[in-house]
């Protein structure tokens, strides 16, 4: 789930660059600008997202990792 | 990697173009210097005597080291352009080969091949450093190239738990040397990338391996912190020392944290995030000072090309994420990227508010007032590592054969030098007004280098003719014929003598002086001289002057003046520049003298006090020989004085309405300390400013009612005012007063504010004391009632003492303890008198020279052999930091009582009858 909104607000920060770089050409600062915030804001929250997938995720191996370990080493006492 | 050091050692030499056909680039505050390891030397010393009369420049401390090379190679070649091709490589190469450390280091494997190579050309070529060659600004490189080692010292200390003493070691080398110029402002981009990378570094250790490791880590990063304030301290700690007494002083010199953020609005007004996100948004581009800007503004191809970095990033992270291996180092980049884009935005909208809100409230971040330029690297730095990650991902998937990669790679890395192209031209260094940083320095100025070094010693003081110029912007400039432009005068600039010119540290003495040769008063003139030590005139008839300069003093006029100049001849001649030399008794940079005339009171100009007798400002000394003078204070003298003050009044915004409440949340009140009451005045009317602006911005409709609370209470403080306050603040009330009722008039509640405002008003009309163009009205306190006579520093009619009796000047008068006023009928343009009231007699002074020995600007020693003369001056600019130690009994004795001599000098009062040795060190 959290990927995805991550995803999802990279897309539409690109979506919004996209419309930056149109406004730009067609001289029209003001309209590039807000699309640059948009740009921001959808940055800011994929970083976010981002980060917090990043814990989760460096989490859970490292869970897995200490799992795998007990096992092998409750495998090794049994044998 | 030979092939990729190679590569960029070729790209190194891209300067050697800027420099060819004999040009050097100088001028534009750059700070060369053609004295060499001359000028080292001066910077180790915590005195500059070179500037007017002398300055403290221990904060320049850091570019003793950072200016070495250069001042090495101008010494063992005798050519400063010859530094400057190699220095000017020198960096080129360091900053490159930086950014390829640490992309190399970090950033193994076959996809990113070219990954290294792509990083450094961007982060040498690209628009924010280009700018800096403009004046080759070596302090802001250094920083610049230490972000990328300093980046990787941290991360390798986070996941490689070796060598922590010898990276910290490292660190601290990296910093002590690369030091900025010792500007803490300049640290903004290397104290948020550090700061923050740091923390993300040590979350991600604590996720992986634990508290215990994330601790390690921290107190890893303790010693790297200590490293670096070990190995800088050189530059450090006389800064430390210089900001505890001047901050305050030099906010205030900028109109407070108000005129700061005014300030910063100019530099960020192009800082949108958009610009940014395109590694653009320089104020210079729009303020038409590079010529190169219009293109990358209006051409629709360079404006696709600059969203490609930012499209890179954003589709990339998109369809590939943050692969595994380098990831703790990607995402840190994406952290820093959008918390170095607010610092950069500064004050832009829409996360202006928070970085005023952080000017306003964090004691000493408006150090930070042009954030663009301070915080930018935040922002290159991740944009330039980020685009090459993805690029590389991107071309090792689409692209799977080396040759179609090393060819797509080719062309990205010759594309992005083309997309540069303003390296390879002499636009850079092109400034308004046809001036240029890139000038070929004619053979005169090295020749007149010459002749100045022979001529005159280190003691000796050369006033600059003609005065700087400030009418091709509103500070002083010097501008020369063959494009040189600069803040900082190339005589300095050429040799270790001390010049005089009217620039910012200007004392009101050289400004009297300019007045005189240009008004033809030539007494005044040498009198001056002769008491400021000025021994030349250094005439540059090069000098390319302003519309409203040549208006005023034409060269050709002042060059006359100059030439019917009595007391002066032509020492030496090179091209147009002329030194000259005064035939006066000028006095020697230490001395004896008697009979100081001691001046009291809120006013500058003691100088003009009296003839040639030594003013000492102050009051409590017992020297029976000395005459006491009390200065009479003009109030709002300077042209328009009081309508600018008024006019500068404004209603603060809702926004920084809304500011004052997060202070309000921020700085609880706290009345352990009583105010005065001119500070509750002030308090007073902030807050009056503050509801009258919700009444009229109609966020707070309810206010309405506390604006007689507030005025009344204004009343009641202002009741409790006497003597010079009481008029100081009559005048200030009534200004504000009246700026309410400008303000308000088209508001829907102005009848409510006039009705409240207009009432006080004219009750101070009768009390407001201001200069206007016709009169010129002075108050004074005196001390002690008794018989004072009239002093002047210029030739003026009778003078109307409270409003009651005329006196002119040298007429005596009995006046009460107490305040009183005068006023003056003041002619057009002619400058303001300075007025004394005096007692007794000022009577004959003599000067006795002193044997003296000069060991450095900040250290003199000698013999004091005349026990007749009771005061020791030093020809240096007054300044705490001097001080006098005398031999007595055998044992050294500092001299504590030590004040300011003719209004710029230092002086001490000797022991009564002494003689011996003594020594001044600053």
Same mark, same amino acid.
């Given at each position: 789930?959290?990927?995805?909104?991550?995803?999802?607000?990279?897309?539409?920060?690109?979506?919004?660059?996209?419309?930056?770089?149109?406004?730009?050409?067609?001289?029209?600062?003001?309209?590039?600008?807000?699309?640059?915030?948009?740009?921001?804001?959808?940055?800011?929250?994929?970083?976010?997202?981002?980060?917090?997938?990043?814990?989760?995720?460096?989490?859970?191996?490292?869970?897995?990792?200490?799992?795998?370990?007990?096992?092998?080493?409750?495998?090794?006492?049994?044998? | 990697?030979? +092939?990729?050091?190679?590569?960029?050692?070729?790209?190194?030499?891209?300067?050697?173009?800027?420099?060819?056909?004999?040009? /050097?680039?100088?001028?534009?505050?750059?700070?060369?210097?053609?004295?060499?390891?001359?000028?080292?030397?001066?910077? =180790?010393?915590?005195?500059?005597?070179?500037?007017?009369?002398?300055?403290?420049?221990?904060?320049?401390?850091?570019?003793?080291?950072?200016?070495?090379?250069?001042?090495?190679?101008?010494?063992?070649?005798?050519?400063?352009? =010859?530094?400057?091709?190699?220095?000017?490589?020198? #960096?080129?190469?360091?900053?490159?080969?930086?950014?390829? $450390?640490?992309?190399?280091?970090?950033?193994?494997?076959?996809?990113?091949?070219?990954?290294?190579?792509?990083?450094?050309?961007?982060?040498?070529?690209?628009?924010?450093?280009?700018?800096? +060659?403009?004046?080759?600004?070596?302090?802001?490189?250094?920083?610049?190239? !230490?972000?990328?080692?300093?980046?990787?010292?941290?991360?390798?200390?986070?996941?490689?738990?070796?060598?922590?003493?010898?990276?910290?070691?490292?660190?601290?080398?990296?910093?002590?040397?690369?030091?900025?110029?010792?500007?803490?402002?300049?640290?903004?981009?290397?104290?948020?990338?550090?700061?923050?990378?740091?923390?993300?570094?040590?979350?991600?250790?604590?996720?992986?391996? !634990?508290?215990?490791?994330?601790?390690?880590?921290?107190?890893?990063?303790?010693?790297?912190?200590?490293?670096?304030?070990?190995? /800088?301290?050189?530059?450090?700690?006389?800064?430390?020392?210089?900001?505890?007494?001047?901050?305050?002083?030099?906010?205030?010199?900028?109109?407070?944290?108000?005129?700061?953020?005014?300030?910063?609005?100019?530099? /960020?007004?192009?800082?949108?995030?958009?610009?940014?996100?395109?590694?653009?948004?320089?104020?210079?581009?729009?303020?038409?000072?590079?010529?190169?800007?219009?293109?990358?503004?209006?051409?629709?191809?360079?404006?696709?090309?600059?969203?490609?970095?930012?499209?890179?990033?954003?589709?990339?992270?998109?369809?590939?994420?943050?692969?595994?291996?380098?990831?703790?180092?990607?995402?840190?980049?994406?952290?820093?990227?959008?918390?170095?884009?607010?610092?950069?935005?500064?004050?832009?909208?829409?996360?202006?508010?928070?970085?005023?809100?952080?000017?306003?409230?964090?004691?000493?971040?408006?150090?930070?007032?042009?954030?663009?330029?301070?915080?930018?690297?935040?922002?290159?730095?991740?944009?330039?590592?980020?685009?090459?990650?993805?690029?590389? =991902?991107?071309?090792?998937?689409?692209?799977?054969?080396?040759?179609?990669?090393?060819?797509?790679?080719?062309?990205?890395?010759?594309?992005?030098?083309?997309?540069?192209?303003?390296?390879?031209?002499?636009?850079?260094?092109?400034?308004?007004?046809?001036?240029?940083?890139?000038?070929?320095?004619?053979?005169? $100025?090295?020749?007149?280098?010459?002749?100045?070094?022979?001529?005159?010693?280190?003691?000796?003081?050369?006033?600059?003719?003609?005065?700087?110029?400030?009418?091709?912007?509103?500070?002083?400039?010097?501008?020369?014929?063959?494009?040189?432009?600069?803040?900082?005068?190339?005589?300095?600039?050429?040799?270790?003598?001390?010049?005089?010119?009217?620039?910012?540290?200007?004392?009101?003495?050289?400004?009297?002086?300019?007045?005189?040769?240009?008004?033809?008063?030539?007494?005044?003139?040498?009198?001056?001289?002769? %008491?400021?030590?000025?021994?030349?005139?250094? #005439?540059?008839?090069?000098?390319?002057?302003?519309?409203?300069?040549?208006? *005023?003093?034409?060269?050709?006029?002042?060059?006359?003046?100059?030439?019917?100049?009595?007391?002066?001849?032509?020492?030496?001649?090179?091209?147009? #520049?002329?030194?000259?030399?005064?035939?006066?008794?000028?006095?020697?940079?230490?001395?004896?003298?008697?009979?100081?005339?001691?001046?009291?009171?809120?006013?500058?100009?003691?100088?003009? *006090? %009296?003839?040639?007798?030594?003013?000492?400002?102050?009051?409590?000394?017992?020297?029976?020989?000395?005459?006491?003078?009390? !200065?009479?204070?003009? $109030?709002?003298?300077?042209?328009?004085?009081?309508?600018?003050?008024?006019?500068?009044?404004?209603?603060?915004?809702?926004?920084?309405?809304?500011?004052?409440?997060?202070?309000?949340?921020?700085?609880?009140?706290?009345?352990?300390?009583?105010?005065?009451?001119?500070?509750?005045?002030?308090?007073?009317?902030?807050?009056?400013?503050?509801?009258?602006?919700?009444?009229?911005?109609?966020?707070?409709?309810?206010?309405?009612?506390?604006?007689? $609370?507030?005025?009344?209470?204004?009343?009641?403080?202002?009741?409790?005012?006497?003597?010079?306050?009481?008029?100081?603040?009559?005048?200030?009330?009534?200004?504000?007063?009246?700026?309410?009722?400008?303000?308000?008039?088209?508001?829907?509640?102005?009848?409510?504010?006039?009705?409240?405002?207009?009432?006080?008003?004219?009750?101070?009309?009768?009390?407001?004391?201001?200069?206007?163009?016709?009169?010129?009205?002075?108050?004074?306190?005196?001390?002690?009632?008794?018989?004072?006579?009239?002093?002047?520093?210029?030739?003026?009619?009778?003078?109307?003492?409270?409003?009651?009796?005329?006196?002119?000047?040298?007429?005596?008068?009995?006046?009460?303890?107490?305040?009183?006023?005068?006023?003056?009928?003041?002619? @057009?343009?002619?400058?303001?008198?300075?007025?004394?009231?005096?007692?007794?007699?000022?009577?004959?002074?003599?000067?006795?020279?002193?044997?003296?020995?000069?060991? /450095?600007?900040?250290?003199?020693?000698?013999?004091?052999?005349?026990?007749?003369?009771?005061?020791?001056?030093?020809?240096?600019?007054?300044?705490?930091? +001097?001080?006098?130690?005398?031999?007595?009994? @055998?044992?050294?004795?500092?001299?504590?009582?030590?004040?300011?001599?003719?209004?710029?000098?230092?002086? #001490? %009062?000797?022991?009564?009858?002494?003689?011996?040795?003594?020594?001044?060190?600053?």
């Amino acid at each position: 789930m959290v990927e995805k909104i991550s995803r999802l607000s990279f897309f539409f920060a690109l979506l919004s660059i996209l419309v930056a770089l149109i406004f730009s050409l067609l001289r029209n600062t003001t309209l590039a600008e807000h699309a640059g915030v948009v740009t921001y804001i959808c940055m800011v929250l994929g970083v976010v997202t981002m980060v917090v997938d990043e814990l989760r995720t460096t989490h859970i191996s490292i869970k897995e990792d200490k799992k795998h370990s007990h096992k092998q080493t409750m495998r090794r006492r049994s044998v | 990697m030979i +092939w990729d050091v190679l590569f960029l050692l070729v790209l190194s030499i891209t300067p050697l173009y800027w420099f060819s056909n004999g040009f /050097s680039i100088v001028g534009y505050d750059s700070g060369f210097r053609f004295s060499g390891i001359t000028h080292i030397e001066n910077l =180790l010393q915590n005195w500059n005597f070179i500037n007017n009369f002398g300055t403290d420049w221990s904060i320049y401390r850091a570019f003793s080291v950072l200016q070495l090379p250069e001042a090495l190679i101008t010494s063992l070649t005798g050519s400063l352009r =010859l530094a400057e091709i190699v220095i000017s490589i020198g #960096w080129f190469l360091a900053i490159m080969l930086s950014m390829y $450390v640490l992309i190399r280091s970090v950033f193994s494997g076959e996809k990113f091949r070219y990954f290294p190579l792509y990083a450094s050309v961007f982060y040498c070529f690209n628009f924010f450093i280009l700018n800096g +060659w403009l004046n080759i600004e070596r302090a802001k490189f250094s920083l610049y190239a !230490g972000l990328p080692i300093a980046l990787l010292l941290l991360y390798k200390e986070a996941f490689e738990n070796k060598q922590t003493i010898l990276r910290a070691l490292l660190f601290g080398l990296l910093y002590g040397v690369w030091n900025g110029g010792g500007s803490p402002p300049l640290f903004g981009a290397t104290y948020i990338t550090i700061g923050f990378a740091s923390c993300c570094f040590i979350v991600a250790i604590y996720v992986r391996n !634990g508290i215990r490791s994330a601790l390690r880590l921290l107190g890893s990063y303790g010693v790297f912190l200590l490293s670096f304030v070990i190995f /800088s301290a050189y530059w450090m700690v006389p800064l430390i020392g210089l900001t505890r007494t001047s901050f305050g002083t030099a906010v205030a010199s900028q109109g407070g944290i108000g005129g700061l953020i005014e300030w910063e609005k100019v530099f /960020s007004r192009y800082a949108s995030f958009t610009n940014l996100f395109r590694l653009q948004g320089f104020p210079d581009w729009y303020e038409h000072i590079h010529p190169y800007a219009a293109s990358f503004i209006e051409h629709p191809i360079l404006i696709v090309l600059s969203f490609v970095p930012i499209i890179t990033i954003l589709f990339g992270v998109l369809r590939f994420g943050v692969r595994k291996g380098k990831r703790v180092m990607v995402v840190t980049l994406f952290i820093l990227l959008v918390i170095g884009l607010v610092f950069t935005a500064g004050s832009h909208s829409p996360t202006g508010i928070l970085y005023i809100a952080l000017m306003k409230y964090v004691p000493g971040f408006s150090i930070f007032r042009s954030s663009f330029y301070k915080f930018a690297p935040t922002v290159w730095l991740p944009m330039i590592v980020l685009s090459g990650y993805y690029m590389s =991902l991107i071309i090792d998937t689409y692209g799977k054969r080396i040759v179609w990669k090393t060819i797509t790679w080719g062309i990205i890395i010759i594309g992005l030098l083309l997309y540069h192209y303003p390296y390879f031209s002499n636009a850079p260094f092109q400034i308004p007004n046809g001036f240029s940083t890139r000038v070929q320095i004619p053979s005169y $100025v090295y020749e007149m280098k010459k002749e100045v070094e022979q001529q005159a010693t280190v003691d000796d003081r050369i006033l600059i003719l003609p005065d700087l110029d400030p009418g091709f912007i509103t500070l002083p400039m010097v501008a020369y014929t063959w494009g040189f432009y600069s803040a900082d005068i190339l005589p300095r600039m050429l040799t270790s003598r001390s010049f005089a010119a009217g620039d910012a540290n200007d004392d009101g003495i050289t400004k009297r002086m300019y007045q005189d040769i240009y008004t033809g008063n030539n007494e005044e003139f040498m009198n001056l001289a002769s %008491i400021s030590g000025i021994t030349y005139i250094l #005439w540059r008839g090069d000098i390319r002057q302003s519309n409203a300069a040549f208006a *005023a003093h034409p060269l050709e006029s002042q060059k006359r003046m100059l030439d019917t100049m009595p007391s002066t001849q032509i020492a030496a001649q090179a091209g147009p #520049w002329i030194l000259y030399k005064l035939n006066i008794q000028a006095r020697p940079m230490i001395y004896q003298t008697n009979h100081p005339v001691l001046v009291t009171g809120n006013v500058t100009g003691d100088v003009f *006090a %009296i003839g040639n007798n030594t003013v000492l400002r102050t009051s409590s000394e017992n020297i029976k020989t000395a005459t006491h003078m009390i !200065g009479l204070e003009c $109030v709002m003298c300077d042209q328009n004085e009081y309508t600018k003050f008024e006019a500068g009044i404004y209603l603060p915004s809702p926004n920084d309405l809304f500011l004052s409440k997060i202070k309000t949340i921020i700085r609880p009140k706290s009345d352990d300390v009583p105010k005065k009451t001119t500070e509750q005045i002030d308090d007073v009317l902030s807050k009056l400013l503050i509801t009258i602006s919700q009444v009229v911005y109609g966020t707070d409709q309810s206010a309405a009612e506390k604006i007689p $609370v507030f005025v009344n209470e204004l009343k009641s403080r202002f009741q409790q005012l006497t003597g010079r306050d009481r008029i100081v603040y009559a005048n200030r009330l009534y200004a504000y007063m009246q700026a309410i009722d400008r303000l308000t008039t088209t508001s829907k509640n102005a009848l409510v504010v006039a009705a409240v405002v207009t009432p006080f008003q004219d009750t101070l009309t009768e009390l407001v004391f201001v200069s206007d163009e016709k009169t010129l009205r002075y108050i004074v306190t005196v001390p002690s009632a008794g018989i004072y006579h009239l002093v002047s520093s210029n030739p003026v009619q009778s003078v109307l003492l409270d409003r009651q009796t005329y006196i002119g000047v040298g007429q005596s008068v009995w006046l009460s303890e107490g305040l009183h006023t005068a006023e003056l009928t003041h002619f @057009g343009s002619s400058a303001t008198p300075y007025l004394f009231f005096a007692i007794g007699e000022v009577q004959q002074s003599s000067v006795n020279s002193v044997s003296y020995q000069r060991k /450095s600007a900040g250290y003199y020693s000698g013999l004091i052999q005349s026990s007749e003369s009771d005061i020791l001056v030093l020809n240096q600019r007054y300044d705490p930091g +001097w001080k006098l130690t005398l031999m007595e009994n @055998g044992k050294m004795m500092t001299i504590s009582k030590h004040s300011e001599a003719n209004g710029f000098a230092n002086a #001490w %009062i000797l022991p009564d009858g002494y003689t011996g040795p003594f020594e001044l060190r600053y």
